[in-house]
């Protein structure tokens, strides 16, 4: 893990800054706003009613120029009249017929994840419209007093289920160390995964990239969205849509005032999908043009993540970083047992203290690690991509080599077919790397191998 951490601080050195932390320069501001809306009301009400009022209300101006009353309910925002605020709020009938004016006014509403209800700019205070959904709210924050937090069991039989699918069989005998040693990439990418899940759910930072799910029906892409992702998330938070919602001028509208974006059943290779979705997710405005409203910029703060139930969901150049690709995830066994793993067995663990034990752990990851710059580019990454004649596709090799063990072996064919470049390109990238004709240990196979190690067909490249 310290080297995948030294790995991404290098790798965020040499990328273009981005502002990962939206509305960074707002400070805390219930301190403020407790104290303001005490004064202005003038011992009018207890400090009880200050609070309720400070978590439920707030002044902005309308399109005429009129300070209106903005009640949060919970579920919504609405436009609220004093009579209801004293009514459902305060409890009683104010003596002041225009008491409401004392309440806290705001130029503008700000929707910053993972932030406190009021911020601040000096003197400004600013109402963050972003609810924390009951459970988050729950989970108790990590400090070091509390130690390492290990990975709930559970937690990894289902990452391990989910991607490793068919090849759940050949590890769940197999100690933690030589699955890592057989299965670099698949571990990888689950620290990686685990990265953009805890940064997405528990921090104020934006991940300027995305998770590419790819699997067959029912291999638990749905559970992981419906009972892992919504419920931390909250409803309010959250928005499921497809490839075709965010197409044309009022794509946008779906996605305001949401930390989380699901994209469900993606299946578009054109370029009109591919081109917005790269830009939602990672530029840091969001240009707004909702239906018979005039148009404005917002702050893009979502997180996104893409499902897909085709092998190629997209069409992206071999350059790109935006997206974490993962394993096509295949049935262990058949639908009906990974059906019975999932809904028998993970999903009734949440609710004997798997959401607090999973929480805790996440908070403590997103306290621990640094957040990725960019998308680490997986060897599934290349089974979708599109062939750029004018990407080093030698460099690619040369450096996907680099990062594996040196006890593997390799076929220039199946090295080749994986990176869908020519067999003359992949020897000469063998050969550069050190790598000379000869047998696995053990063998009559002919591999391309290090001297002096075993040489083990790589797992990616077995038949």
């Not at 439920?56 to 925002?77: C, K, M, P, W, Y």
Request: glycine share 6%; hydrophobic share 40%.
């Amino acid at each position: 893990m310290l080297i995948i951490t030294q790995l991404n601080r290098a790798v965020r050195l040499m990328t273009p800054s981005f502002n990962t932390r939206p509305y960074e320069h707002l400070k805390d501001g219930n301190k403020l706003a407790f104290e303001r809306l005490k004064r202005q009301l003038g011992g009018k009400v207890t400090d009880e009613v200050v609070r309720k009022l400070m978590a439920q209300t707030f002044l902005q101006s309308n399109a005429n120029s009129q300070a209106v009353i903005r009640r949060d309910t919970g579920e919504r925002f609405v436009t609220a009249t004093a009579a209801e605020v004293e009514q459902s709020v305060i409890g009683r009938k104010m003596n002041n017929s225009r008491w409401h004016e004392d309440l806290l006014a705001v130029p503008h509403p700000v929707y910053a994840p993972n932030r406190p209800i009021w911020l601040r700019n000096g003197d400004t205070l600013f109402r963050n419209t972003w609810r924390q959904s009951p459970l988050s709210a729950s989970i108790p924050n990590w400090n070091e007093a509390k130690g390492d937090v290990a990975r709930p069991m559970q937690w990894e039989a289902f990452l391990f289920r989910l991607f490793y699918g068919e090849l759940w069989n050949d590890i769940r005998d197999k100690d933690a160390d030589k699955i890592k040693r057989e299965y670099p990439d698949h571990i990888r990418f689950i620290h990686e995964f685990e990265l953009w899940l805890a940064f997405s759910l528990f921090s104020d930072e934006r991940p300027r990239w995305a998770p590419v799910l790819r699997g067959d029906y029912g291999t638990g892409k749905g559970t992981l969205e419906a009972h892992v992702i919504q419920p931390f998330v909250g409803s309010t938070n959250f928005a499921k849509v497809m490839a075709k919602n965010v197409k044309g001028d009022h794509g946008a509208q779906f996605l305001v005032e949401k930390c989380m974006v699901v994209f469900d059943e993606v299946n578009d290779r054109g370029h009109v999908f591919y081109d917005t979705l790269k830009n939602l997710t990672t530029e840091d405005q969001l240009a707004v043009n909702p239906k018979h409203l005039a148009p404005y910029v917002d702050h893009a703060v979502f997180s996104t993540l893409i499902l897909s139930n085709e092998e190629a969901p997209m069409a992206w150049p071999e350059a790109e970083r935006r997206w974490l690709v993962s394993p096509y995830m295949r049935h262990e066994d058949s639908q009906e047992e990974t059906a019975a793993f999932l809904h028998d067995w993970f999903v009734p663990w949440f609710q004997k203290g798997g959401y607090k034990e999973l929480g805790l752990f996440l908070k403590y990851l997103a306290a621990t690690q640094e957040l990725p710059a960019v998308a680490w580019k997986s060897p599934w990454f290349f089974e979708a991509s599109k062939v750029d004649r004018t990407e080093d596709q030698k460099a690619v090799i040369l450096s996907w080599l680099d990062s594996q063990d040196d006890m593997h072996g390799y076929t220039p064919t199946a090295l080749a077919e994986m990176f869908k470049v020519k067999v003359n390109l992949a020897k000469q990238c063998l050969e550069e790397r050190g790598y000379g004709r000869g047998k696995a240990k053990g063998t009559n196979i002919n591999v391309y191998k290090k001297k002096g190690e075993v040489g083990n067909l790589h797992p990616l490249l077995t038949p």
